[in-house]
């Protein structure tokens, strides 16, 4: 059975940090590429971060420079670090595993108080 479970998820004051993880078991981790999403009330799912299964990373234009993606495969775990967080980036974020088949975990909220 496969299973992504994210965390970390909290509330914080614009300006600061947070770090979600998202933990992988049921596959074989390291074949997968992996990436973030978020959804905020109202709005379509986006695209945030990937991190392909060589470790190459890729961000939106609206996270650059203040997220970072990463991959752990000996623990099967991916992280995404968050600073300098802004209201706008109050969501609910998903971890996503694609390969040959697409997974996603249930979701873990973030928000950003002004």
């Known amino acids: 059975q496969v299973q992504l479970v994210e965390s970390g998820g909290g509330l914080v004051q614009a300006g600061g940090s947070l770090r979600l993880s998202c933990a992988a078991s049921?596959?074989?981790?390291?074949?997968?590429?992996m990436d973030w999403y978020r959804q905020a009330p109202g709005k379509p799912r986006e695209w945030v971060a990937a991190?392909?299964?060589?470790?190459?990373?890729s961000y939106s234009d609206s996270v650059k420079g203040r997220f970072t993606i990463s991959r752990d495969n000996a623990k099967n775990t991916m992280h995404l670090q968050m600073n300098g967080l802004e209201p706008e980036d109050t969501a609910v974020y998903y971890c996503?595993?694609?390969?040959?088949?697409?997974?996603w975990g249930q979701g873990t909220q973030v928000t950003v108080s002004s």
């Open positions: 049921g596959i074989i981790f390291s074949s997968y590429h």
């Open positions: 996503h595993a694609y390969g040959i088949f697409n997974y």
């Open positions: 991190i392909t299964s060589a470790g190459i990373t």
